[in-house]
């Protein structure tokens, strides 16, 4: 690799932070701004043609960010949704792919069957990166956000296999039907039993570390250990690494502090990167698809490339509104389970997230050379690609406004929750203070034990005061929201005089990081909400 090559991609990831940064700013779309910056790039001239690889995107790209998502995610509210996220992750990608394959056969002359459940499979799974993002942003209910996350863990797996199967099919390696569903089962059992058996292991040596760099740096390592081990069996990489991410995020709590302080910052900044690059490249393959198009009839290529996205678009409406209501029309015990119906406001804000991402194009790239109707399969991806993210990304936030969808009660109980929680706690802590005390463990004078008291008092105060928005009945400041406000005054100041100090060279570098440090936490715990 030259030094040119490295420029360039040193460049694109720069340009890419700084156009996630500006979205950032103005409260803006991150992944919408990078996508349409993408596309002008692609035609201004001096920028270098980045063609998208698909194996950096399946080998590099993939793996962290699922293993991410899954790490944030929720185990126990995913089992609780477990038939949903399968009835989207799983029968929505398979009948999109159907729907589309015929369609496009039907469509498009010369277009083998097989060929075109490959572009079904293609642009069947929704990459809710996005529509997470907004949710979050905007307040959506925990139940639709957990749906839309776990069907963005597994879709890409059942995706990818159906690719696998249809590709095999145009180049004379197919399966028949059977073989293939054997095949799926194959990849997503394996894949499972080699997620556990990675997640159990890293697990266990996790918890003999405290050492933070060291445990998150084998964390950055294991979603590469779970794909690779997955692919090389030939089974499901991709469901091996959210396999791992569930498991070791429901475990999280059982590591050092240090783990999950340093975890999260890690993991942040590692999703803000690559998220980023991931965007801007979408918008960047424009120029390079059209070029392979060229002799062809734009409006007849436009033509295809519209009404499949309006099939895409339509497909996932058409699936979504008997998926969630039929079940439980049909099985008393569904309705046993879930004696409450779904709101119909969450089943429309589900049917419309069906943004397309990087993994779709990632697969289009991956077509062999002499597949039929290459550069067409190439650029009908694209124009599905962004048309949901442009149509549907734009429109989603309106969306969630207009049917006024909240999780404002859903906060409230949370808040509830923890003042009771925090209230036990506090309870727990004082009576073990207590009897430490009475028991003769401890020699400490009274002003420390009373140090001890105010703190985990103030603790659970503070939960409470929570609840009433941080004022009093008459709208006064309460005396937790005042202690908040005056010692991060007096951390302010702390700070000035440090650095004071070490400008002065009667501190050292080493000292200021060490006493920084230790006011960065405080100061972290005051402002948590």
Same mark, same amino acid.
């Given at each position: 690799?030259?030094?040119?090559?490295?420029?360039?991609?040193?460049?694109?990831?720069?340009?890419?932070?700084?156009?996630?940064?500006?979205?950032?700013?103005?409260?803006?779309?991150?992944?919408?701004?990078?996508?349409?910056?993408?596309?002008?790039?692609?035609?201004?001239?001096?920028?270098?043609?980045?063609?998208?690889?698909?194996?950096?995107?399946?080998?590099?790209?993939?793996?962290?960010?699922?293993?991410?998502?899954?790490?944030?995610?929720?185990?126990?509210?995913?089992?609780?949704?477990?038939?949903?996220?399968?009835?989207?992750?799983?029968?929505?990608?398979?009948?999109?792919?159907?729907?589309?394959?015929?369609?496009?056969?039907?469509?498009?002359?010369?277009?083998?069957?097989?060929?075109?459940?490959?572009?079904?499979?293609?642009?069947?799974?929704?990459?809710?990166?996005?529509?997470?993002?907004?949710?979050?942003?905007?307040?959506?209910?925990?139940?639709?956000?957990?749906?839309?996350?776990?069907?963005?863990?597994?879709?890409? #797996?059942?995706? +990818? =296999?159906?690719?696998? !199967?249809?590709?095999?099919?145009? %180049?004379? &390696?197919? $399966?028949?039907? @059977?073989?293939?569903?054997?095949?799926?089962?194959?990849?997503?059992?394996?894949?499972?039993?080699?997620?556990?058996?990675?997640?159990?292991?890293?697990?266990?040596?996790?918890?003999?570390?405290?050492?933070?760099?060291?445990?998150?740096?084998?964390?950055?390592?294991?979603?590469?250990?779970?794909?690779?081990?997955?692919?090389?069996?030939?089974?499901?990489?991709?469901?091996?690494?959210?396999?791992?991410?569930?498991?070791?995020?429901?475990?999280?709590?059982?590591?050092?502090?240090?783990?999950?302080?340093?975890?999260?910052?890690?993991?942040?900044?590692?999703?803000?990167?690559?998220?980023?690059?991931?965007?801007?490249?979408?918008?960047?393959?424009?120029?390079?698809?059209?070029?392979?198009?060229?002799?062809?009839?734009? #409006?007849?290529? +436009? =033509?295809?490339?519209? !009404?499949?996205?309006?099939?895409? %678009?339509? &497909?996932? $409406?058409?699936? @979504?509104?008997?998926?969630?209501?039929?079940?439980?029309?049909?099985?008393?015990?569904?309705?046993?389970?879930?004696?409450?119906?779904?709101?119909?406001?969450?089943?429309?804000?589900?049917?419309?997230?069906?943004?397309?991402?990087?993994?779709?194009?990632?697969?289009?790239?991956?077509?062999?050379?002499?597949?039929?109707?290459?550069?067409?399969?190439?650029?009908?991806?694209?124009?599905?690609?962004?048309?949901?993210?442009?149509?549907?990304?734009?429109?989603?936030?309106?969306?969630?406004?207009?049917?006024?969808?909240?999780?404002?009660?859903?906060?409230?109980?949370?808040?509830?929750?923890?003042?009771?929680?925090?209230?036990?706690?506090?309870?727990?802590?004082?009576?073990?203070?207590?009897?430490?005390?009475?028991?003769?463990?401890?020699?400490?004078?009274?002003?420390? !034990?009373?140090?001890?008291?105010?703190?985990?008092?103030?603790?659970?105060?503070?939960?409470?005061?929570?609840?009433?928005?941080?004022?009093?009945?008459?709208?006064?400041?309460?005396?937790?929201?005042?202690?908040?406000?005056?010692?991060?005054?007096?951390?302010?100041?702390?700070?000035?005089?440090?650095?004071?100090?070490?400008?002065?060279?009667?501190?050292?570098?080493?000292?200021?990081?060490?006493?920084?440090?230790?006011?960065?936490?405080?100061?972290?715990?005051?402002?948590?909400?």
């Amino acid at each position: 690799m030259d030094i040119s090559t490295v420029a360039g991609l040193v460049l694109l990831a720069v340009g890419a932070l700084v156009v996630a940064g500006i979205a950032r700013r103005r409260d803006l779309s991150a992944p919408l701004l990078l996508v349409i910056v993408g596309l002008v790039l692609s035609y201004v001239p001096g920028v270098p043609e980045y063609r998208l690889n698909p194996d950096v995107v399946l080998l590099v790209f993939l793996p962290p960010l699922l293993y991410s998502a899954a790490l944030d995610s929720s185990y126990l509210r995913l089992r609780d949704t477990a038939r949903a996220v399968g009835l989207l992750s799983v029968g929505l990608v398979l009948f999109t792919t159907v729907v589309i394959g015929m369609v496009a056969h039907l469509m498009i002359p010369k277009l083998p069957l097989a060929a075109a459940f490959a572009l079904g499979a293609i642009v069947a799974p929704p990459d809710a990166v996005a529509a997470v993002a907004i949710g979050r942003r905007l307040g959506l209910p925990r139940r639709p956000l957990t749906i839309l996350i776990g069907e963005s863990l597994f879709n890409d #797996a059942t995706a +990818l =296999t159906a690719f696998r !199967v249809a590709v095999g099919a145009v %180049v004379g &390696t197919g $399966v028949g039907l @059977v073989q293939a569903g054997g095949e799926f089962l194959y990849a997503a059992g394996v894949g499972v039993a080699i997620g556990l058996a990675i997640a159990y292991t890293a697990g266990l040596v996790l918890r003999r570390f405290t050492d933070a760099l060291v445990t998150n740096g084998m964390s950055l390592l294991l979603p590469y250990v779970a794909y690779l081990a997955g692919e090389l069996t030939h089974a499901s990489g991709v469901i091996a690494v959210v396999i791992v991410g569930l498991y070791l995020g429901y475990r999280m709590s059982h590591y050092s502090y240090g783990t999950r302080l340093l975890s999260n910052a890690v993991w942040q900044v590692a999703d803000f990167i690559l998220e980023s690059i991931v965007f801007i490249l979408i918008g960047l393959q424009l120029r390079p698809i059209l070029l392979g198009l060229e002799g062809e009839s734009p #409006a007849r290529i +436009l =033509t295809y490339a519209l !009404v499949l996205l309006l099939v895409a %678009v339509v &497909t996932r $409406v058409v699936w @979504v509104i008997p998926a969630t209501y039929v079940p439980r029309i049909l099985s008393k015990r569904i309705r046993r389970r879930e004696p409450v119906r779904p709101p119909w406001r969450y089943v429309v804000v589900l049917s419309w997230a069906g943004m397309r991402g990087v993994v779709s194009l990632a697969a289009a790239f991956a077509l062999p050379r002499n597949f039929p109707e290459r550069n067409l399969l190439l650029f009908v991806t694209f124009v599905i690609v962004i048309g949901t993210l442009v149509v549907q990304g734009l429109s989603f936030p309106w969306l969630i406004r207009k049917l006024g969808v909240s999780n404002e009660r859903e906060r409230y109980q949370d808040d509830l929750h923890e003042a009771a929680a925090q209230q036990a706690a506090a309870d727990a802590a004082l009576a073990r203070l207590d009897e430490m005390i009475a028991d003769g463990v401890l020699d400490v004078h009274e002003e420390v !034990v009373e140090v001890l008291r105010a703190r985990t008092e103030r603790r659970a105060m503070h939960a409470w005061e929570r609840l009433g928005g941080g004022t009093g009945p008459e709208g006064e400041e309460t005396p937790a929201s005042l202690y908040r406000r005056l010692r991060r005054e007096m951390i302010d100041t702390e700070r000035d005089v440090i650095i004071r100090l070490r400008d002065e060279r009667r501190i050292d570098d080493e000292v200021l990081r060490r006493m920084m440090q230790e006011l960065d936490f405080e100061e972290a715990t005051l402002v948590r909400d």
